[in-house]
């Protein structure tokens, strides 16, 4: 098994559930953090609580991964002790309605695939040349089940994860040559922010999805993230699907059992 204690990890979309979960579960095995979202108050509140619990470094800073200069500027300032990162967490993604093809909105397609592929394209672009420069890395990219199948109305938020499915095994398959490890992990039902995101703060909606089922929880899903990055160096756990155990596919949820 892998030390991580010393390591830095950044992690995109911690402000919130998996991200989030995941940023406490490296802090625990001493891992310097470099976090970033939207909502710079949440991260700065998640910042000095991990620094209360934990004596580590973080380095946290506001980001929209769909804005590629900022993307860009900001990971060209950091210093260069902060340009030695061991692990990426491509995790900053969200869907937008559940809408049938033909009832599409526009800003809610062009919101998920800029935020969902071409900010993890953007972030990428910038951390894979430092991690060939340091001759070592992993790369894990937070895909869905939602990569593997698609369901009813779920058309564009599974094209996005199908292309992070595309964009993991291309990556892969680019850095073989490399020392740099990829991965991806492939969430079903996880209860987070993201149906409230999903349905625009409907919280009654969101609630639903989750109603009368146990679903993942973050915590799950960054427990399963902590695994894969502490596997040793010859090791990749290529993808990992995680259901709650009421769920056999993107389609058939056991609702009868709580
Ligand atoms: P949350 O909504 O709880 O967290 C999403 C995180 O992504 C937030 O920290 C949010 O921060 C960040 N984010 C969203 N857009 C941007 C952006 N443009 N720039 C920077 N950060 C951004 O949802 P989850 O934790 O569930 O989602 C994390 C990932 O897991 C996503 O990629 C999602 O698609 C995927 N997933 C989720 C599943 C689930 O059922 N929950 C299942 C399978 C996959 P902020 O708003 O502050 O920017
Ligand atoms: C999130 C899981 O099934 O809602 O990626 O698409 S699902």
Known sequence: MKNLKGKTVFITG???GFGKATAYKFAEHGCNLILCARRFDKLKKIEQD????????ILAFELDVRKQKDVKNKIAKFSTEWKKIDILINNAGLSRGLNKIQD???LDWEEMIDTNVKGLLYVSKEIIPLMLKNNSGHIINIGSIAGHEVYPAGNVYCASKFAVDAITKGMRMDLIETPIRISTV????AETEFSLVRFRGDKKRADSVYKDIKPLSAEDVAELIEFI???DDHIVIAEAIIFPQ??????????NKV
């Open 14 to 16: 911690a402000s919130s």
């Open 50 to 57: 991990i620094k209360k619990k934990f004596k580590i470094k």
């Open 104 to 106: 599409g909105v526009l």
């Open 186 to 189: 492939d969430p079903g039902l």
């Open 229 to 231: 990055a502490t596997r």
């Open 246 to 255: 009421i769920q056999a596919s993107a389609m058939l949820v056991n609702r």
